[in-house]
């Protein structure tokens, strides 16, 4: 390369990284004012996180929150307003009662706990038992999205049986007695008390008699909208899974069920969109064909191929490359059956979470998933960041609610082997010294001139400790760009 070529590249360089460094500021100064509340509200209601905030003043600022609620899954998606209004969605609920974690969490750091959808991705007590404040009002929801497969009568008054019965002719599981042979009593008794007192509704897309299962794969789930000038785009979340259905290179959706499949297996999966980033959550998704597993991980690499087409590094662009995804949680906690080399490779993600916990019957997350997730390489390497760029910025981020030691595989010490000195690498986990409880945000600055979002992907990782107080951005990523 002359030097002309040279000189010209580095100001190149030079004036992304001087971009992505205000980006981390104006990131940081949003965290920063996040709103707190010192004790839980007494009268929450759905309709503050819903209705008029799709028309209300413009986002500012995308948040993903991973909650430590130790074994489990919680995570919230909130968008923030520049009046402060917030729109939410909650995912999956964890293994404790709302009141331990889960609850606590969100009066601490949002406005309320009352969400525009509330999404159980499947029927495992350590993703719905948090749900169950649904049935007493302490979380609140608009609408309520789940696989279906039962039957409500019985649980809600017949006055609300029509706006909250789930259509059982698109479960492929349904019987007389309801899904899972009755076990999901608990939870349906606290949908239907939500319906009866709180105004829950199910959302679903489903209009006709005619419509089938399959059908729901790629239906966007409207969430909220951004601005970028005078232009609005829309903040969505697609469906790419459900039933053993996935999305496949072609767009269609191909069936991957077979008999005797597991619990975890019919997840609902979906993708966060926001212009150019993108955002993965599979609940406890399966990538593997063996057993009682069924493998749609490599299925859905190919949809997201079909989806996700022409991106280039973000700071020296050069080949295009389809399929990637920004980020993601990591399935299943990192279940050894869970998150294989297609799907990891295919993605060539930036940023991954990893809900695990204590269980050490679970001993998750597992050693083989570290060691594929050590392997993964993201679309901007460590080898394009230039050296004159800030500590902070890196080329992937691993972070983990929890990571221990068990007698069934050393994750902690596999874990700090592997990613503690990894190049350009953000790492942390919620357990270390000083550090309990610790869950982790991704944070998307909207509606600035600094970032096109229609064009680029950067974003930024915090924790939030046991006493909700916001790290410092350890982690800034500038991920990809079109």
């Known amino acids: 390369m002359n030097n002309t070529a040279f000189t010209s590249r580095a100001s190149e360089y030079k004036s992304s990284m001087w971009l992505l ?18 004790k839980p509200p007494q009268s929450a209601s759905a309709s503050t996180s819903s209705g008029k905030l799709m028309v209300g003043s413009p986002a500012v600022k995308l948040e993903i929150h991973h909650i430590n609620i130790n074994n489990g899954d919680a995570s919230v998606i909130r968008i923030v307003h520049a009046d402060g209004s917030e729109t939410k969605v909650l995912i999956d609920g964890g293994q404790m009662s709302a009141d331990q974690r889960l609850l ?55 006055g609300n049986l029509s706006k909250i019965q789930p259509a059982d002719n698109t479960c492929p599981w349904t019987d007389t007695t309801g899904i899972f042979g009755g076990t999901m009593d608990d939870y349906i008794t606290a949908i239907g008390k ?7 509704k199910r959302y679903t897309p489903m209009t006709t008699t005619s419509d089938k299962i399959s059908d729901l794969i790629g239906v966007v789930v409207p969430i909220d909208t951004f601005m970028i000038g005078t232009k609005t785009y829309p903040i969505n979340m697609r469906c790419v899974a459900l039933w053993g259905f996935t999305m496949s290179s072609t767009g269609t959706a191909v069936d991957n069920w077979k008999n005797g499949a597991s619990k975890n297996d019919p997840c609902i999966a979906f993708v966060l969109e926001c212009g150019e980033f993108r955002y993965f959550f599979g609940g406890d998704m399966g990538g593997d064909p063996t057993g009682s597993y069924i493998d749609q ?23 295009s490359y389809d399929g990637h995804v920004c980020g993601f949680k990591a399935n299943h906690h990192g279940s050894a059956h869970s998150n294989n080399s ?27 998933f570290l060691k594929r997730l050590a392997a993964t390489i993201p679309l901007t390497p460590a080898s394009d960041i230039p050296t004159f760029a800030p500590p902070f910025t890196k080329a992937q981020g691993f972070f983990f609610t929890n990571l221990f030691n068990f007698t069934a595989g050393n994750s902690l010490t596999v874990a700090n082997g592997l990613f503690a000195a990894r190049n350009k690498t953000g790492y942390q986990y919620g357990n270390a010294p000083g550090q309990f409880k610790r869950s982790y945000q991704v944070i998307v600055a909207l509606n600035n001139s600094v970032i096109n979002f229609s064009k680029q992907s950067t974003y930024g990782v915090v924790s939030v400790d046991s006493a909700f107080k916001v790290s410092p951005f350890l982690t800034v990523i500038g991920c990809h760009q079109r």
């Not at 939500?194 to 829950?200: E, Q, S, V, Y």
């Not at 991980?297 to 080949?319: D, I, R, V």
Request: glycine fraction near 12%.
């Open 21 to 38: 460094y205000i980006a981390a500021a104006l990131l940081y100064s949003l965290t920063a004012c996040s709103p707190k509340l010192s």
């Open 104 to 158: 606590p969490y969100c009066n601490a750091m949002f406005k309320d706990a009352s969400f525009k959808y509330v999404i159980l991705t499947h029927y495992h007590n350590d993703h719905y038992n948090g749900l169950l404040a649904l049935g007493d009002g302490t979380i609140r929801g608009e609408y309520y999205i789940d696989l279906g497969g039962y039957n409500m009568d019985g649980f809600v008054s017949s």
């Open 194 to 200: 939500a319906a009866d007192n709180f105004g829950l």
């Open 297 to 319: 991980e490599t299925t859905l690499a190919g949809g997201f191929q079909y989806l996700y087409k022409g991106a280039k590094s973000y700071y020296n662009p050069g080949a």
């Open 342 to 368: 297609t799907f990891l490779n295919g993605m060539r993600p930036g940023v991954c979470v990893t809900s695990a916990g204590s269980n050490e019957a679970w001993h998750l997350p597992s050693i083989d």
